[in-house]
């Protein structure tokens, strides 16, 4: 008999963490919200108090989650992803419409995106496939079925449309490099995304002549080992094709705004009045918040309603107006240091099924992180892609609540009684 008894410790800094941006989110929320119009702070009809609603269901949600075996997660995950994959073909039939896309159910007036749901069962589901003690991430095989995996809920969310929900689960190959799959993967999709973005900025002449200029010096430089010429004659025809089909990407798959929001952020377009309208007045309202900003519900940018949609989306851009470049700072940090936190706890697990999940938690907190941030400021196009624990809406906080706290609940049976 195995004289060690299990016993559940959490994590309590993961769980401060979250807890410190929730609560950051909600004030913010509460700010780029406050109405008016409002009689009360009990007001059904404020964002900010339905939001409050969200959080104290989120209390339920992580009690419900926490409580729950946690052997059950490994157990039951291709059942729990079988039906996300459920849930997201349902849309097709019994989903409804906001604005120009069918990502959510309607339960009794409270509107659910079961997208938001999909990265948790994803990454159970991943993690169940990599922990399987037949499974090899170094044979093609293996890779195959990994890949097969992420990409099925991605292709059902793509046709919504939600692009930018999709563009989520491309996280999950840091978990395949962690578990063992070439770095080369890594750098053909760095290569590919510069290519693509290379080919649009500078034009398919510009890009071909780097691409030989490139593969000119590498052969060079390997001249003594006999590189096979073969085999680079491939992949510059490889790259060099690509080129040439990214305008057909470009302008026969895109839809116009997204063809809109990408020719902004290079630059090849002028709009601050449409498409642009969002991300310029992102900008603005930032840039105005200079070191300490302007103080908790006094941005003008955020009172005068300039920047739409500024309570989901965007809503790092009332941290900027409001809280300044310190304030910022101190959301980044918080963000990074949670994420951090999320890698050494799976570093230490003695499951392989829970570091393959808390690597894929971090994961994709780091691209949801890095893409929103990083479109609020102009810096990447606008996808609609809400910031973690802070965007407003009760399915992105659940499912971002759900997917950490499975993690804890995994974390938590780390420890034994000797």
């Given at each position: ?22 609560f ?23 964002i ?37 994959l ?29 997208s ?15 922990s ?38 491309s996280a ?8 063992g ?61 690509f ?87 101190v ?88």
């Amino acid at each position: 008999m195995n004289s060690q008894t299990r016993y559940v410790k959490f994590d309590w800094m993961t769980i401060l963490l979250y807890v410190a941006l929730v609560f950051i989110g909600w004030i913010n929320i509460y700010s780029a919200s406050l109405s008016d119009n409002a009689v009360s702070f009990i007001d059904f009809d404020q964002i900010y108090f339905k939001q409050l609603l969200w959080i104290a269901l989120s209390v339920v949600i992580i009690a419900f989650v926490l409580a729950i075996d946690s052997k059950f997660y490994e157990r039951f995950s291709s059942i729990i992803y079988l039906v996300s994959l459920g849930s997201l073909l349902g849309l097709f039939v019994f989903g409804k419409e906001i604005s120009g896309a069918t990502s959510w159910y309607s339960l009794g007036g409270v509107g659910l995106q079961p997208s938001e749901f999909a990265k948790a069962a994803t990454a159970l589901a991943l993690a169940k496939y990599i922990s399987d003690i037949q499974t090899n991430m170094k044979t093609f095989k293996n890779q195959l079925g990994a890949f097969m995996i992420i990409a099925i809920p991605a292709l059902l969310i793509i046709p919504q449309p939600d692009p930018g929900s999709a563009l989520v689960y491309s996280a999950f190959v840091f978990t395949m490099y962690r578990e063992g799959m070439h770095f080369v993967y890594l750098l053909l999709g760095f290569f590919a995304a510069a290519l693509f973005i290379g080919t649009l900025a500078l034009g398919v002449p510009y890009v071909v002549g780097i691409v030989l200029a490139v593969a000119a010096f590498i052969y060079w430089r390997n001249r003594k080992k006999k590189p096979n010429r073969f085999k680079y004659a491939i992949i510059i025809l490889s790259c060099i094709a690509f080129s040439f089909s990214v305008n057909y990407i470009f302008n026969n798959v895109f839809e116009q705004r997204h063809r809109d929001r990408f020719n902004i952020v290079l630059g090849k377009e002028i709009d601050a009045k449409g498409i642009g309208y969002n991300t310029n007045q992102s900008e603005i309202a930032i840039g105005s918040g200079g070191w300490t900003g302007k103080g908790w519900t006094q941005g003008t940018q955020t009172k005068g309603n300039f920047v739409p949609e500024q309570h989901t989306d965007y809503i790092f851009s009332t941290v900027g107006e409001e809280w300044g470049f310190i304030g910022s700072l101190v959301v980044v940090i918080l963000f990074l240091a949670l994420i951090v936190r999320i890698l050494v706890l799976a570093e230490r697990q003695k499951s392989k099924f829970s570091r393959v999940y808390g690597y894929s938690v971090a994961s994709i907190l780091f691209l949801h992180f890095f893409v929103n941030i990083g479109m609020v400021i102009g810096l990447l196009p606008t996808i609609g892609i809400p910031l973690p624990f802070f965007s407003y809406g009760g399915s992105s906080l659940w499912g971002f609540t759900i997917l950490l706290f499975i993690f804890v609940r995994l974390d938590g049976s780390n420890y034994y009684y000797t």
